[in-house]
């Protein structure tokens, strides 16, 4: 199982686009991925699961994997972040 932090660095925060980024990087792989914010734990390969976050600009998330790809899925998952899912 591994996990790393990542902030929310797009001014609108993870809304539909977004979530959907999330969704299918993560459908990507075999492991099970999640996200966890406040405390709140949801199923990174939900749509609704990732929109129910509510994240916005600033905040920090937990992303999580566990299996066979688990590490690529976490970078995977960490670079959509990073790259602000497209926006500015």
Same mark, same amino acid.
């Given at each position: 199982?591994?996990?790393?932090?990542?902030?929310? *660095?797009?001014?609108?925060?993870?809304?539909?686009?977004?979530?959907?980024?999330? $969704?299918? /990087?993560?459908?990507?792989?075999? !492991? =099970?991925?999640?996200?966890?914010?406040?405390?709140?734990?949801?199923?990174?390969? *939900?749509?609704?699961?990732?929109?129910?976050?509510?994240?916005?600009?600033?905040? $920090?998330? /937990?992303?999580?994997?566990?299996? !066979? =790809?688990?590490?690529?899925?976490?970078?995977?998952?960490?670079?959509?972040?990073?790259?602000?899912?497209?926006?500015?």
């Amino acid at each position: 199982m591994i996990e790393k932090n990542v902030t929310v *660095s797009n001014p609108l925060g993870v809304h539909a686009r977004p979530s959907a980024m999330i $969704v299918q /990087t993560a459908s990507k792989f075999r !492991s =099970d991925v999640w996200l966890i914010k406040d405390g709140n734990k949801v199923n990174a390969k *939900s749509m609704l699961g990732v929109m129910t976050l509510a994240a916005e600009m600033g905040s $920090v998330v /937990t992303i999580g994997a566990e299996g !066979s =790809d688990e590490e690529k899925a976490v970078d995977a998952l960490i670079k959509v972040f990073e790259m602000r899912f497209g926006e500015r």
